[in-house]
Nanobody, 121 residues
Framework: VQLQASGGGLAQAGGSLRLSCRAS????????MGWFRQTPGKEREFVAS????????AYADSVKGRFTISRDNAKNMVYLQMDSLKSEDTAVYYC???????????????WGQGTQVTISS
């Protein structure tokens, strides 16, 4: 699976941004998809995941109620709608595929290039 993320940029605190990710390669609709983020000096952090059918989702506590993950299997796209943005949401966001949750946290087999999100307070 190849992943191409877009939609990052600069937004003000309290505002919104929508990230998009286009997938290509093996059947997209079979894979769960998700987003991670990373800030300098910190490990990559799980943000959200969505099941292959789009019926199941999971969110990090830090974004629950503010971010919404969705997908369009007909278009091979996954989205992350980010509302009520905070300065601490500033990070590089990565689109991922084939996520696994273990007792040590979330991981993913496929990673796209990151897209920078910067929130000004």
């Amino acid at each position: 699976v190849q992943l191409q993320a877009s939609g990052g940029g600069l937004a003000q605190a309290g505002g919104s941004l929508r990230l998009s990710c286009r997938a290509s390669g093996p059947p997209f609709s079979r894979e769960n998809m998700g987003w991670f983020r990373q800030t300098p000096g910190k490990e990559r952090e799980f943000v959200a995941s969505i099941g292959s059918s789009g019926l199941t989702t999971a969110y990090a506590d830090s974004v629950k109620g503010r971010f919404t993950i969705s997908r369009d299997n007909a278009k091979n796209m996954v989205y992350l709608q980010m509302d009520s943005l905070k300065s601490e949401d500033t990070a590089v966001y990565y689109c991922t595929a084939a996520l696994v949750r273990s007792n040590v946290g979330w991981s993913a087999s496929y990673w796209g290039q990151g897209t920078q999100v910067t929130i000004s307070s």
